[in-house]
């Protein structure tokens, strides 16, 4: 079909092509063609009033949205039409209002402009869609398709709190397998987020692991492979990955993560949902990809079997391979120490992980992410979990870690361990204002006291 044109002036060509960019239907109102003309700018005014909307008043809502393959496919189709649509409307402007023909001069330039404003249109446009693809690849790998059942629409089944079991996991050279040295609950009150982590130390001896096969095979406690393992609970995961009839008919790679949360579940008295693991090389790759992370060093922390590395005190960035040392080197330190710092870290990189830094590194991060975390978190929970991620940031987050003195870890009182956390959960439950020590009891730190350890 050709596109009748009145032949205006350069000028006025390219600010009527501008301005239709910014509205549509400006450059066919110039053209008499005010039908056309309403029509799109009735169209544009509604398409963005829409877009406000959503944002300025579903905009809580939208994050949920994240996490849900489907609605990041919807997405991804709705910006490319969107897109699609807008440099159409742009070139037809163009075609209404670009100079005579005898005029190659005018029309070399507006075409480039022309082009230039759909380059600019869809560039952010591929990038988005690029970005929800993504998105959804991630979602697809890490997370279960399996559908968790779920009570009256309730995704927590009327729980009262929902305990999540966060796993760092190492290995070493010469040593096969996969050892869970980081081991933390995080138990959150599903109602109001209030959160207290409980936190167990990697060397816990003669673990009462659950019945059946595991407990008929270790009636008094866990006492490893033979005489080359001591028989630490970060043994467990290993352990089951390695011998099929602790977890008969589970498959390999989730044997020793359902056979730790039921370990984990007996030693505090309470249940685990669900588990997350990172793999501390892969949490390395996470932090090279945001470009390193910021902590403040204490006291010097000396790496490496031959004491070849040193982190020097003071306020510094980590590449990804420093931050690993810092959170994983026993040296002139203890398990304990070492725990302290892997929680200071895990809090730098959450507060440094802001919307700017993960869209500049979207996809290293996505792909560094696919490797280093692994978890049996349901996709139609995620968006439930994501709300109630929000209500978490709104509370202090306390800890309590089972160590010396409170904890003997080769003679644990495991009856002490249970009691101390159905104290701790009764105290830092629905409410924000943290509760009394009494003499005698530990007392469970506040996120401040924890990074104490890094400043």
Same mark, same amino acid.
């Given at each position: 079909?050709?596109?009748?044109?009145?032949?205006?002036?350069?000028?006025?060509?390219?600010?009527?092509?501008?301005?239709?960019?910014?509205?549509?239907?400006?450059?066919?109102?110039?053209?008499?063609?005010?039908?056309?003309?309403?029509?799109?700018?009735?169209?544009?005014?509604?398409?963005?009033?829409?877009?406000?909307?959503?944002?300025?008043?579903?905009?809580?809502?939208?994050?949920?949205?994240? /996490?849900?393959?489907?609605?990041? @496919?919807?997405? *991804?189709?709705?910006? &490319? %039409?969107? =897109?699609? !649509?807008?440099? #159409?409307?742009?070139?037809?402007?163009?075609?209404?209002?670009?100079?005579?023909?005898?005029?190659?001069?005018?029309?070399?330039?507006?075409?480039?402009?022309?082009?230039?404003?759909?380059?600019?249109?869809?560039?952010?446009?591929?990038?988005?869609?690029?970005?929800?693809?993504?998105?959804?690849?991630?979602?697809?790998?890490?997370?279960?398709?399996?559908?968790?059942?779920?009570?009256?629409?309730?995704?927590?089944?009327?729980?009262?709190?929902?305990?999540?079991?966060?796993?760092?996991?190492?290995?070493?050279?010469?040593?096969?397998? /996969?050892?869970?040295?980081?081991? @933390?609950?995080? *138990?959150?009150?599903? &109602? %109001?987020? =209030?959160? !207290?982590?409980? #936190?167990?130390?990697?060397?816990?001896?003669?673990?009462?692991?659950?019945?059946?096969?595991?407990?008929?095979?270790?009636?008094?406690?866990?006492?490893?492979?033979?005489?080359?393992?001591?028989?630490?609970?970060?043994?467990?995961?290993?352990?089951?990955?390695?011998?099929?009839?602790?977890?008969?008919?589970?498959?390999?790679?989730?044997?020793?993560?359902?056979?730790?949360?039921?370990?984990?579940?007996?030693?505090?008295?309470?249940?685990?949902?669900?588990?997350?693991?990172?793999?501390?090389?892969?949490?390395?790759?996470?932090?090279?990809?945001?470009?390193?992370?910021?902590?403040?060093?204490?006291?010097?922390?000396?790496?490496?079997?031959?004491?070849?590395?040193?982190?020097?005190?003071?306020?510094?960035?980590?590449?990804?391979?420093?931050?690993?040392?810092?959170?994983?080197?026993?040296?002139?330190?203890?398990?304990?120490?070492?725990?302290?710092?892997?929680?200071?870290?895990?809090?730098?990189?959450?507060?440094?992980?802001?919307?700017?830094?993960?869209?500049?590194?979207?996809?290293?991060?996505?792909?560094?992410?696919?490797?280093?975390?692994?978890?049996?978190?349901?996709?139609?929970?995620?968006?439930?979990?994501?709300?109630?991620?929000?209500?978490?940031?709104?509370?202090?987050?306390?800890?309590?870690?089972?160590?010396?003195?409170?904890?003997?870890?080769?003679?644990?009182?495991?009856?002490?361990?249970?009691?101390?956390?159905?104290?701790?959960?009764?105290?830092?439950?629905?409410?924000?204002?943290?509760?009394?020590?009494?003499?005698?009891?530990?007392?469970?730190?506040?996120?401040?006291?924890?990074?104490?350890?890094?400043?």
């Amino acid at each position: 079909m050709t596109v009748r044109t009145r032949g205006f002036g350069l000028g006025f060509s390219i600010i009527l092509t501008l301005a239709s960019t910014l509205l549509w239907g400006v450059a066919h109102l110039a053209a008499d063609r005010r039908k056309t003309g309403l029509a799109l700018m009735a169209a544009h005014v509604l398409m963005l009033a829409m877009i406000l909307t959503v944002i300025t008043v579903f905009g809580s809502k939208l994050l949920p949205l994240a /996490v849900q393959p489907a609605w990041l @496919t919807a997405f *991804s189709i709705m910006i &490319a %039409t969107i =897109a699609i !649509i807008w440099t #159409g409307v742009v070139i037809w402007s163009y075609m209404l209002v670009r100079p005579a023909p005898v005029n190659r001069v005018g029309r070399a330039v507006t075409s480039a402009l022309t082009i230039a404003l759909c380059a600019l249109i869809l560039t952010p446009a591929v990038y988005a869609a690029r970005v929800t693809y993504v998105s959804r690849d991630v979602v697809n790998s890490l997370f279960t398709a399996n559908v968790s059942p779920v009570v009256s629409q309730d995704p927590w089944d009327g729980a009262k709190r929902i305990n999540l079991l966060l796993l760092g996991a190492d290995a070493a050279p010469g040593r096969p397998g /996969v050892r869970t040295d980081s081991m @933390t609950v995080a *138990s959150v009150d599903v &109602a %109001t987020g =209030a959160t !207290i982590l409980l #936190g167990l130390p990697r060397n816990l001896q003669r673990v009462r692991l659950p019945e059946g096969p595991p407990r008929e095979r270790f009636p008094d406690g866990f006492t490893g492979a033979g005489p080359e393992t001591p028989g630490l609970l970060n043994e467990v995961f290993q352990y089951a990955e390695d011998y099929p009839e602790m977890e008969p008919g589970i498959r390999k790679g989730q044997r020793g993560p359902t056979l730790l949360k039921k370990t984990i579940s007996g030693i505090l008295g309470i249940p685990i949902t669900y588990y997350t693991m990172v793999d501390m090389k892969g949490f390395a790759q996470i932090i090279d990809a945001m470009g390193g992370v910021t902590v403040t060093i204490k006291q010097p922390i000396v790496y490496g079997k031959y004491r070849e590395g040193l982190l020097r005190p003071g306020t510094r960035k980590l590449s990804g391979a420093d931050a690993l040392w810092f959170g994983r080197s026993r040296t002139d330190s203890d398990d304990y120490v070492r725990m302290g710092r892997q929680k200071c870290l895990l809090n730098a990189v959450a507060k440094q992980a802001d919307p700017v830094t993960v869209l500049n590194s979207f996809e290293k991060l996505a792909v560094a992410t696919k490797r280093a975390i692994s978890t049996d978190i349901p996709q139609n929970v995620l968006p439930d979990l994501v709300e109630l991620a929000q209500r978490v940031k709104a509370n202090k987050i306390k800890s309590l870690s089972f160590v010396p003195p409170l904890i003997n870890t080769v003679y644990p009182d495991w009856s002490l361990i249970r009691r101390e956390v159905t104290k701790a959960l009764a105290d830092h439950g629905p409410s924000t204002t943290p509760p009394q020590a009494t003499p005698g009891t530990p007392s469970p730190e506040t996120p401040i006291a924890l990074d104490s350890a890094c400043r």
